[in-house]
C-alpha cells in the first residue's frame, strides 16, 4: 500500500511540475504583468517562436504541447510505367482518389505476362486502401498529377517546421526495386526529391532570419547500410572497407561511432556532401533496375538553434535530427536473377527489411497503445525485435520513440503481388504512435552564471590536476635523466677501462710474438743439434753392443799361420813368461775401456744438462714452443 502512495505522490508531482512548465514556457502568462515590457508577436510563418519579425505583426498563436504524440504519417506514390512495363503491355493496377486520399489495387487480367491469373490459385480481388496522403505520379496527362514539388509541399514542409520547433523527425521509403524510392527522396538535377528540397528549404528559412539574438548551427553526416554493416559515405573508399561501429548512450541514444559530422554554411555545402555520398554508395544492375541500390542510405541533418532574450537574460537552445532515409527495395531473386554477390545482398535486403516489418508489427500492437499502470510489473510478452537488424536499431527512436515520422510508400503500377505486400505494409505502419517532445532547454541568468562559475571551477580543477601530473611527469623525467646520466657516466668509465686493458694486453702479445720469433731460430738449432746427438747416441750404443768383425783374408791366414809357428816357438822358449804377458794384455783392455765409459759419462752429463736447459725453456715459454719439436726430448728420455 505505501508502494503505491508513493508512486501515485510521485506521479502527481511529476504532472504538477510539467504544467508549471508549460505555464513558464508561454509567454501569455507574462503578458500584463509588466508595463514595461513589450507585447510578444510572432509572424505568420510555421515556427513562430524562433522566427524573424517582420513589418507585419499578429498576435502570436498557442505553443503546440511539449508531449505531442502521433501517428506515423504515411503517403504512398505510383510512378510511371518504365521501358520495360511500355514493352510487355503491362496493365496499371493503381486507382487513386485525390479527394478521399484512398488507393485501390485493382485486379489484374490476363493479358499481362506478369499477372497472369491461370498460372496461380491466389485469388485476385480488388484492395482499398486510405493513407494520409495518394500521389499519382503515373500519367502527366492527369489533372491530379504529383510532381516532386507536389510531394515535398504535402509534408516536407509541415516536417521542417517541426524541426524549427525542435522536434526530432524522420522521413523514409519504402517499396520493391525499382519503384521510385531513390527518386521520390533524391530525384535528379533537373527534378530534385525531397532530400535536397528540404535542405534548401532550411537554409532559405535561416537567410531569411534577421534577427540578432537568433544563431544557427546546422551539421550533416551521410552512411549506409550495406550487409548489415555502417559504413561512412563521406570519406573515400578503401579497401578493405572500413565499417563502423554502433553504440548506445543515455544521453544521444543510438549512435554511429566515428561517424563523419561535417558542418555546413549554405545548401551549396550540403549539395557537395550529397554528391559525395552518392558517388560512394553501393549500386548495381540487375534484371528489375539498371541502378538498383544495393544498401539502406541515411541522411542526417542536425539543427541547433540558440536564441538569446537581452530583456529577460535568458538563453532558449533548441536541438533537431532529420533523418531521411532510402531504404533499398525488397526484391526476389527469381525476379531479379541476382547470383552471387547480388543475391548475397538480396538477402541481407530483405533480411533487414522482414525485420523492420516485424518491428512496425510489434509497434502497431493496439495492446502497446494502452497505457501501462504503475502498479503492473508484469512485462509484456511482446518484445520489439529493433536489434534483429541494424537498420532497425539505428531507427529506433525514429520508429517507436522521440520522433515525428513519415512514410512514403513507393508502389509499382503493374505487379499486384508486390504492390499489394507494400500497401500492407503502410497500412499497419499508421498504426504506429510516435511520442514526440520538444528538445528544448531554457536556461536563465543565474542559472547560466552558476553553470558558469560551476564549469569554471572544474576548468580550475582539471588544470590543477593537470600541472600537479605534469609536474609529477617532470620531476620523474629529472630523476630518469639523472639515472641515465650517471649510467652513461659508469659505462663510459668501463669502457675507458676496457680500452685501457685492450692496450696493455696488446703490447703484452706484441711483446711475447717478438720474443717467440727470437727464440725461434734457437729453437730450431737445438732441435736439429739434439736430432744428431741422438743419431750419434744410437750409433755408440749400437757399436758397443754389437761391435763390427772383419772376416779373415788367405794373407792374413799365411801370416797367422807364421806367426802361429813364432809364438810355438816363443811360446817353448818364453813358456815361464806367460803369465806376466797374459796379465799385460788384460791391462790394455782395461784400460780402453775405462777410456770408453769415461767418454761416455761425459755424453751423458752433457746431454743431462742440455736436458734441463730445455725443460727450463719449456716452463719458461709455455706452449710457444710447437709440439712437433719437442718430440725429439721425449725420445731422448725414454732411450
Given at each position: ?6 508512486l501515485k505522490s510521485r506521479e502527481l508531482?511529476t504532472n504538477l511540475k510539467t504544467l ?91 493479358t499481362d505476362p506478369a499477372n497472369i ?523
Amino acid at each position: 500500500m505505501y508502494i503505491h502512495l508513493r508512486l501515485k505522490s510521485r506521479e502527481l508531482i511529476t504532472n504538477l511540475k510539467t504544467l508549471l512548465e508549460d505555464m513558464a514556457l508561454d509567454s501569455r502568462t507574462y503578458r500584463g504583468l509588466s508595463p514595461e515590457r513589450p507585447q510578444l508577436y510572432a509572424t505568420s510563418a510555421s515556427a513562430p517562436s524562433l522566427r524573424s519579425r517582420d513589418s507585419v505583426v499578429v498576435p502570436m498563436e498557442p505553443l503546440p504541447p511539449v508531449n505531442d504524440g502521433g501517428n506515423v504519417k504515411v503517403v504512398v506514390r505510383v510512378r510511371k510505367f518504365i521501358k520495360r512495363e511500355i514493352d510487355r503491355g503491362a496493365q496499371c493496377l493503381i486507382k487513386m482518389d485525390p479527394i478521399t486520399q484512398q488507393t485501390t489495387l485493382l485486379v489484374p487480367n490476363d493479358t499481362d505476362p506478369a499477372n497472369i491469373r491461370s498460372q496461380s490459385r491466389k485469388v485476385y480481388e480488388e484492395k482499398p486502401f486510405t493513407f494520409d496522403k495518394s500521389f499519382w505520379s503515373h500519367d502527366e496527362a492527369d489533372p491530379h498529377f504529383s510532381h516532386q514539388e507536389d510531394v515535398y509541399n504535402s509534408f516536407g514542409e509541415e516536417f521542417l517546421d517541426h524541426n524549427f520547433d525542435g522536434y526530432h523527425t524522420c522521413i523514409f521509403a519504402y517499396g520493391q526495386t525499382g519503384s521510385g524510392k531513390s527518386y521520390t527522396m533524391m530525384g535528379t538535377p533537373e527534378q530534385p526529391g525531397l532530400i535536397p528540397r528540404t535542405c534548401e528549404g532550411l537554409f532559405q528559412r535561416i537567410e531569411a532570419e534577421h534577427s540578432a539574438n537568433i544563431t544557427y548551427n546546422v551539421h550533416v553526416s551521410y552512411f549506409e547500410v550495406y550487409n548489415e554493416h555502417v559504413r561512412d559515405l563521406l570519406v573515400p573508399r578503401t579497401t578493405p572497407p572500413q565499417y563502423l561501429k554502433i553504440r548506445e548512450s543515455k544521453a544521444d541514444g543510438v549512435y554511429v561511432q566515428n561517424l563523419t559530422d561535417e558542418a555546413v554554411k549554405s545548401y551549396d555545402d550540403v549539395a557537395r556532401l550529397m554528391k559525395t555520398g552518392d558517388h560512394n554508395r553501393t549500386t548495381a544492375s540487375t534484371k528489375m533496375n539498371d541502378t538498383s541500390s544495393r544498401s539502406h542510405a541515411v541522411f542526417t541533418i542536425m539543427l541547433k538553434q540558440i536564441q538569446h532574450d537581452m530583456t529577460t537574460d535568458e538563453t532558449i537552445e533548441r536541438c533537431a535530427r532529420m533523418r531521411l532515409v532510402d531504404l533499398a527495395g525488397s526484391e526476389r531473386a527469381k525476379t531479379t536473377e541476382a547470383t552471387g554477390q547480388r543475391l548475397r545482398e538480396g538477402g541481407n535486403i530483405n533480411q533487414s527489411l522482414s525485420t523492420l516489418g516485424r518491428v512496425i508489427g510489434a509497434l502497431s500492437d493496439p495492446r502497446r497503445q494502452r497505457p501501462r499502470h504503475p502498479n503492473d510489473r508484469k512485462k509484456r510478452a511482446d518484445v520489439v525485435p529493433y536489434r534483429d537488424s541494424v537498420l532497425t536499431w539505428l531507427l529506433k527512436d525514429s520508429l517507436g520513440g522521440n520522433s515525428k515520422t513519415a512514410m512514403v510508400a513507393c508502389i509499382a503500377p503493374s505487379d499486384y503481388d508486390e504492390t499489394l505486400s507494400t500497401l500492407r505494409y503502410a497500412d499497419q505502419a499508421k498504426r504506429i504512435r510516435t511520442r514526440a517532445t520538444v528538445n528544448q532547454d531554457a536556461v536563465s541568468a543565474a542559472e547560466r552564471d552558476a553553470k558558469i562559475a560551476e564549469m569554471a571551477e572544474t576548468i580550475r580543477a582539471l588544470q590543477m590536476s593537470v600541472n600537479a601530473a605534469a609536474t609529477r611527469k617532470r620531476d620523474e623525467v629529472d630523476r630518469q635523466s639523472d639515472q641515465l646520466e650517471d649510467y652513461q657516466k659508469q659505462v663510459e668509465k668501463m669502457q675507458r677501462l676496457m680500452e685501457e686493458t685492450r692496450q696493455v694486453s696488446e703490447c703484452k702479445i706484441r711483446a711475447l710474438t717478438c720474443e717467440v720469433e727470437e727464440l725461434r731460430p734457437i729453437n730450431r738449432q737445438l732441435t736439429e743439434e739434439i736430432e744428431s746427438l741422438r743419431r750419434h747416441l744410437n750409433l755408440a750404443l749400437g757399436e758397443l753392443k754389437n761391435p763390427i768383425v772383419l772376416p779373415p783374408t788367405p794373407l792374413d791366414e799365411n801370416i797367422h799361420a807364421l806367426l802361429g809357428a813364432e809364438d810355438e816357438k816363443e811360446q817353448r822358449e818364453d813358456a815361464v813368461q806367460d803369465e806376466g804377458e797374459d796379465e799385460g794384455y788384460e791391462g790394455v783392455h782395461d784400460l780402453l775401456a775405462a777410456e770408453l765409459q769415461a767418454t761416455a759419462d761425459e755424453f751423458l752429463k752433457d746431454l743431462s744438462l742440455f736436458r734441463k736447459r730445455v725443460a727450463d725453456d719449456h716452463v719458461r715459454f709455455g706452449n710457444t714452443i710447437p709440439q712437433r719439436q719437442s718430440r725429439p726430448l721425449g725420445e731422448i728420455v725414454v732411450n
